[in-house]
Each structure stands twice: as C-alpha cells, then as structure tokens.
C-alpha cells in the first residue's frame, strides 16, 4: 500500500502525469520508442483455481532399476527431473490436477519446490481426457469389458467401445 500510495500520484519525475497516462504515452503516442513486453506462452497445461490438490507418494527402485514416478488413476507420470531424483522415492508430492487434462499435472515437493509438469506414461498422454473419462476406462478395465495393450490409446479404445455398444441396442 506505501509504495502503491507513494508511486500512483503525480509527480515531478513523471512530468506531473498520473502513472496511466505514463503508460499511454509511450504505448499510444511514443510507440517507437518502446517496445512492450508480453508475458511468455504457457507450456503444458494451465493452472486453473479449480485445480484439485492431491499427495501422491513416489514409487520408483533403485535395487531394480525403476526410475521415479508417481502413480494416479492407474497411470504413471514422470519427467526428465523426477526421473533422476532417486531421492525422491518414499516421499510425497503435491500434484495440481486439471480434472479436464489429465495428460499432464503439475508436481511440487513438500516445501513447495515446483517439479514441473508430469507426463501421463504410456498411450494415455496422447489424446486429452478427463478424470471421469479416466476413471470409465479403469472400471470397464477391472470388468474386464474392455482390453487395453501398450499399442493402443485408451480413449479412442473407450469412444469404439461406446459407439459398438450404441450399435447393439
């Protein structure tokens, strides 16, 4: 609020101009002279505010040579950086989940570190999906209604399922 109540009045440094028309000035008027600067592209998923928290313990094995990884839903997610951290195993992370995108979530060590964006393993990070999509698939899985192998993607699997069930009634 001091610095907020100190920089927005006019003053003899800015001509005795608010800080808005500051800004106009070189936007509008002065646009040769100066170049805005935008915010970068955002890789990977957003983080929305309806993002859901979860803990998820990391799995891995260094005696039997299994790199880190997290486990939701029935699939794996890892990254370059949680992939050489073998530190890691044991421990719990704080993954951010788009409930929309599940091909990616974002991952935090406990103190807060960012680990960065965690890639669904296999097939499952080809095709966006939701978390209800996801868990659709797993419980036609445990039915075992629908057969999934490594060469085919889940969803598209799940959508000929549906339509062949559709066909049938």
Known sequence: IYIADYNAPPNEGTSYNSPLEVLNYYIVKNADHFLLRHLPNQTGSTSTILALVKECAVRG?????????????????????????????????????????????????????????????????????????RKAINSLVSKKLLAITAQDDPIQLYLNFLSQRKKKK
């Open 61 to 133: 094995s260094r005696a039997q040579g299994r790199r880190p990884y997290i486990e939701l839903d029935r699939v794996k997610y890892t990254n370059p950086i949680l992939s050489q951290a073998a530190g890691l195993i044991g421990q719990k992370l704080i993954i951010e989940i788009d409930e929309s995108d599940l091909r990616h979530v974002k991952a935090y060590l406990k103190n807060g570190s960012e680990l960065g964006f965690l890639k669904a393993g296999g097939r499952w990070s080809q095709t966006q999906h939701s978390r209800k999509t």
